[in-house]
């Protein structure tokens, strides 16, 4: 009889987490719908409702298309990794630990691979929503009929198109990054990555994916170090607000020699995919931070 009141009590807390979850989920529902409504009725009074609408569906478009972008992303490289994942491993010490993660993990595995997707999708898509702005700055740029004296470019294009395009950059790089980061832990998990194993330390089919993203990555900090060029035309430093002479004369030549720099590091990382080891990347890696280092110190 007493080992009965430990499963009772634990039948009745999986009833009450539906319940309770429930209750949460609706409260956030009545809190939100509260103040879309609040919102809603002050715009009416000032007759620019519209505006307000645009903006609704502005966020949420930018909530979807960016969420599913995300959570695509990263939810496609844990598959990859998943799937080359070693067939046969060598029980070292270290995989004999990982072993009982992988049995507990296996059966529950397709619904954790979409609450991760999923989790990812949401923060991503509540941190683009928040810019709305920007998107209608570039959706509805306009050309100035002005250029700009250093780089020739129409004063339109730092307004509304500069900043969307940093906001696209500042994706990329999550997106690269936490995918780099889940394919490394599912590569470990599954014996790509062997740390603590003797012999290789990755599998040929980890090697090629890491290598590939990383390689992304220093491609994505090349487009950053060019676009740092057009955002000297916001310095402080200049007479008014624009490049000084230190700016034109000094900055923008290293961020340009940073900028081919960065995309031979990025092609060095991608022709490791043909290679064993990492020799290359390593390589690629000390090029790229001794470069910036000693060009930033110039």
């Known amino acids: 009889m007493p080992p009965a009141r430990p499963v009772a009590r634990q039948r009745r807390r999986r009833r009450l987490l539906p319940l309770v979850l429930g209750a949460v989920v609706l409260l956030g529902l009545f809190s939100t719908f509260v103040s879309f409504y609040t919102n809603l009725l002050w715009f009416r009074s000032v007759g620019f409702s519209s505006i307000y609408l645009t903006q609704l569906r502005t966020r949420l478009l ?99 198109t500069y900043p969307f395009q940093r906001f696209l950059l500042g994706f990329a790089f999550a997106a690269v990054l936490l995918s780099l980061i889940a394919a490394a832990l599912t590569h470990y998990l599954y014996g790509g990555i062997r740390l603590q194993t003797p012999g290789e330390k990755t599998s040929p089919a980890a090697r090629v994916h890491l290598s590939v993203l990383l390689g992304l990555f220093v491609v994505l900090k090349a ?51 043909a290679r064993r080891g990492w020799l290359l990347p390593g390589v690629a890696l000390g090029l790229l931070v001794l470069c910036a280092v000693l060009i930033g110190g110039v």
């Open 62 to 160: 930018l909530f979807v298309l960016f969420g599913v972008l995300m959570a695509v992303a990263v939810g496609a490289n844990i598959v990859v990794a998943y799937r080359t994942r070693p067939p046969y491993r060598t029980m070292s010490l270290e995989q004999q630990n990982l072993e009982r993660y992988r049995v507990a993990i296996e059966p529950y595995l397709r619904p954790l691979l979409v609450g991760i997707a999923v989790a990812i999708g949401l923060l991503a898509g509540s941190s683009a929503a928040g810019q709305w702005r920007t998107w209608l700055l570039w959706r509805n740029g306009q050309s100035f009929g002005e250029r700009d004296a250093e780089f020739g470019r129409d004063v339109g294009y730092f307004t509304f």
């Open 223 to 273: 487009a950053a170090y060019w676009l740092d060029r057009y955002g000297l035309a916001f310095s402080p430093r200049g007479t008014v607000t624009g490049p000084s002479y230190t700016d034109v004369n000094a900055l923008l030549p290293a961020k340009t020699i940073l900028a081919a720099i960065a995309v031979l590091c990025g092609l060095l990382f991608f022709a490791n995919v």
